[in-house]
Structures are given as C-alpha cells and as structure tokens.
C-alpha cells in the first residue's frame, strides 16, 4: 500500500511557526518605534502627576488653601489669554515629554577595554592546554579570537570576573583529574586570588563553568537548631548544594540558612566522625557545638588531649559522665566504654531473640569525643601502658547498634599515629582550616569542587558524610565561655546551651560561684559537747578489761559525723 503524504501544514509546520514567530517579532519592534513618541509622553505625565501629588502631600495643611487660590488664578488667566489653551497644551506635552525620556544609559553590548584586555590574556593562558597542532580549526590559537571561546562572562565592581563559561575542544582529557585541576588552578590565578570559585564541568557540550563563591556566614552563634533525635549540625554551606534550609536567629533577626546535617544511630550509614585541621582550625570548637547537641538526647564522655581546659565549661553537667585530660582517667573511661558497648549488645539482642524491644537503657544515645587523642599515645608508649586508641576498636566496630557514636579530632602531623579501627570506621570527615586539594583529597577521599584559599576563618572547611558529595563548611561559632578573649555575646550564647549542674547524692545542690562575691568560705560546724560519763558506784565492782569471745557478734560501726559543706556567707540585711 503506497503511503499518503503528509499535510503541508504538518511537513513544514516548524518552519511556518517560526516564521509567524518572527512576522510578529517584526511588527512589534515596528509598533514600539512608531508608538515611541507616544509611550514617552503618557510616562511623563504619569511621572508629573506623582510630582504633584507628592508635592501635596508634603505641603502644610495650613498652606494649601493658598495654593489652590494661586493654582485657580494660573488657571483663569491662561482661560483668558488669547491662544492660552494651546499654549498651555503644547507646553504640558513638551514638559511630558522631557520628563518622561528613558534617562539610563545605554547598554553596552560588550566589555570595555580592561574588561577585553583581561579575558584576552586568559584566552591566550588557556592555549597551550586547549590547542593541539593536529587541529585543522583550533578554537584556542595565539591571537585567535576569544569571544568564541568565552560565549558568558560577568564582571563585579572591582572590575575582576564574576562569572565565566569557557567553551573547550572535545579532544581535552576533562575526564582526567590532573588535567582538571591545571585548568581551575590557571583559571582561579588569572581571575583572581583570595576568592573561592566553584567550577561546573559539562563533559557532554565541552563548557567548564566557573562562578565566584560568596562567603559563608562567621556571625552564626551556638543556639538551639530545629533537627530531630538523631540528627546533628555540623556547621553550614551553600544554597545550592542542599535543599533543606533552618531558621536561625541573628540578634533580632532571624534568616533561613542551608546546613550540613550528620545523621547518627541505627539506620546511620556514617555513625562515626574524624575531624583534622591545623592548629586553631575550630576543631575543639567543632567538638563543643557537637556536645551541646548531644546532651538534649544522650550521655557524653569528653577525652581532652590538649590539657588546656577547652571542655571545662561541661565539667559536673547533666549527661556529662566524664571529662578526661589525664592517662589514668582515659582509660578508665574507655575501658568503661567499651564494656558498656558490650552490654548493651547482649541486652539487645537478648531481647531481640526474646521478641521483646530493646531495654530503655541502650536506646539513650552515647556520645565518645576525643580531642587530640594521640596525645595519650605517646604518653602511653613512655609509661609503657595501653595505647586508648586500641579501646575504641569495639565502640567503632559495634557503636552502631549499641548507640554509641565515637567522634575524633586531632591535627594533620599526628595522622600517622592514628589507628586503623579510626581510620575505617570513621566515614564522615571534616577537614577545618587551610589545607590544600591533595591534603582534602587524602582525607575525605574526593577533591572540593572549590578551590581553597590561604586564610580562612577559625571553623571554615569542608565536609563529606560517606560517599556524599564535599560541602564547603562553616561551624557555627562555639567558642570557651571561660576563655577571657571570648566576646559576652558569644560567651552567653554557650552558657545558654549549657545543661544544669549535677545534683549530688546527698540531695544537696552545690551552687556555682559568683566571681562578684568572692570565694566561698568554708563554714565549719560547732563542735558538739562530749556526753557526761557516769561513774561507778563505790558499791558496784568494775568491770574488768577482757578480750571479747569469738562467738559474741560484731558491735554496729558508729554513725559518721557530717562533711562539712562549702557554702557562701550570708549577707545582713
């Protein structure tokens, strides 16, 4: 059967259809153009009457009246002139028509001269990477064109680029790391140093896009933020590279920004954190904003192997098990640890094999910080004891199930001496301070899409959880309450966040000292007076001293007399 063509208005209805597109086009600009003198007229009247109402309003109430009697006598003598009406008329529209012309500068339709003579030197450092002598129409050559290449650009107001998209050959190895990072690094020293730039690769359409980053926020303060159990914020980045936003407050403020959420507990795929940076990164500050998070829901257990007193503002606080600077302390704690782990896997999965739930008591989540512990290995080595890290194989092993999340910072030197249960089990990293590509690289296992700069703020970094994509970080600032250099906006931020003292055994509440008050004196109690002994009567013998026989039962101990408790003087009133 012979097929039957198709309609004319089917075979050729694209080219019709851009055709009408383009007849339309046409008249419009054609409209615009005969309608022009027309359109400016109507927009200086509009922006006269604005003039005059403005102009109204601003005028005195007690004034007005005289106003309208000059406007009416204006009125009346123009009524009245001979060819007054039209004078008037023509005036009104030329005054319209003055007032309404498009007062903005045209456009340029390129770069200037210096904004030209920059993106020709980036063209012509671009060649030698982008050009091969094989090519028959090389898009890159000395003293080619380099609008071909650069089909976008922007320009900010210091006159260095913004925004650029680069068009490169297809035969360009942009599958290959090194080659990648020649072109960014070229790319961030020709356009300018000391900003972040975020690069874009298209293999599919051969265009690298490069745009300026802006920074991230230093201001954020330590405060309650809106997560669920089991969630943790490690600090904040982009808007562009996570969907989910949370409202912070600023003073009075309150803004919306983008965070870098850690998930933690059972269905966690990253339970466990390794944070490294140079001296002075923020890790410590990492690990006290991670605290106070972890206390609204779990138990912490702080090991401080800087000794300088960073983690002394959570000493004796609810859900504060233990703070650790010393060897002896620190291995006691992690020995408790990693037998806590232990039983609360058998309490589990004894209930599990029961069909019941799991006990209560493994399900409260339990927190391991250690700063710096390699410090205690060294330690350990001299006095030749145990090395702590070899105690948290089973709470990084088998923390998940257990509840217990084991969370590590120390600094770039002492990577070596990490184990290797901290290593592997450690999937979610952070690296704070500056540090460059191949030190990211080795430590969260895939290069930043930015490039890193020399001096960044205490807590900026980068952040990768798993296999997940590397976010720029900033850790919201959680600074030493105790520490002097500390601002008091900052400072009380914290001591906001900070859980209450403990509460004895004894029922008695040691209160806080009050630094205005002095030191609390020591109140000793009044010593009681000795009970009168009574004497032997002369007719009843004395008893003589004799040793007590085996079968008679122990006396009861005497009652312990009262510790004396540090309480502050009372003032008269």
Known sequence: MARRPLPRIL????????????LARTAADSATDVLHPLITITRGLRRLAAAGRRRWTETPKE???ALLFLIASVLLVVALAPYGPLCAAVTLMA????????RAPAASDGPDETQSERLKALYEALVPYFSAAEDPEPLYAHGGAWDKAFPTYAFDGSGRISHLVVRYPA???????????????LLAAKSGRGREYHFTWDEEGNQLTVSVLLPLPVDIAAQRFVTTPGETVLGFTDPTEVRRTLPLTYGEQRRDVPPVVWRTGLRSTEPHLLALGQPGSGTSTLLRSIALQALQHGDVVIVDGGGTGEYACLTGRD????????????????????TETERRLIAANRAHQAGHPPPDDTKRPLWILLDRPTAFTHLAAADDRKDPQALLQVPLRHGRPANVTVVVADQFDSVDTLTDAVRQHTRARVVLGPATTAQVESVLGAPPH????????????????????????QVPATPNPYDDATSDALRQAVLDLLPPRTTPADGETVPDPDPSQGEPELVEPEPAEPEPVPEPAESEPVPELTEPA???EPAEPAERKPVPVLTKPTKAP
């Open 63 to 65: 004034r007005r009246g």
């Open 11 to 22: 075979s050729n209805g694209s080219a019709q259809l851009a055709r009408s597109r383009e």
């Open 95 to 102: 005054a319209a028509a003055w007032k309404g012309r498009d």
């Open 319 to 338: 859900g504060v098990l233990a703070v650790e600077c010393g060897l002896t302390g620190v291995l006691a704690s992690l020995e408790w640890v990693a």
């Open 550 to 552: 085996e079968s008679a």
């Open 171 to 185: 035969y360009f190895t942009d599958g290959e790391a090194e080659a990648r990072t020649r072109i960014e690094h």
């Open 450 to 473: 930015t490039t890193p700069v020399d001096q960044v703020p205490p807590g900026r970094g980068y952040a990768r959880l798993g296999t997940g994509p590397v976010h720029r970080l």
